[in-house]
């Protein structure tokens, strides 16, 4: 949680593969249970709240793409 209070403005990257375990999950990776657990993380209430306060933006590798092309970066 500490990580979370010290960020600086800016892209900050924290990659993750939340996921609700499945049978399929299972047979793709051995980390099926971490990545539950980061699905869990997102989705506690708390945690939530936290993201709010700090004011912190969840976006995708998609989103970061589309800025860089207005921003006229590749």
Do not use: C, F
Not at 26 to 43: A, F
């Amino acid at each position: 949680m500490k990580q979370i209070y010290n960020l600086k403005p800016g892209i900050t990257q924290i990659t993750t593969h939340p996921a609700i375990v499945s049978e399929e999950l299972k047979e793709l990776t051995n980390y099926y249970e971490n990545r539950e657990m980061e699905y869990q993380l997102y989705n506690d209430p708390d945690v939530k709240e936290l993201i709010k306060k700090q004011n912190i933006k969840l976006i995708s590798w998609k989103e970061i793409r589309d800025l860089q092309r207005r921003n006229g970066l590749k």
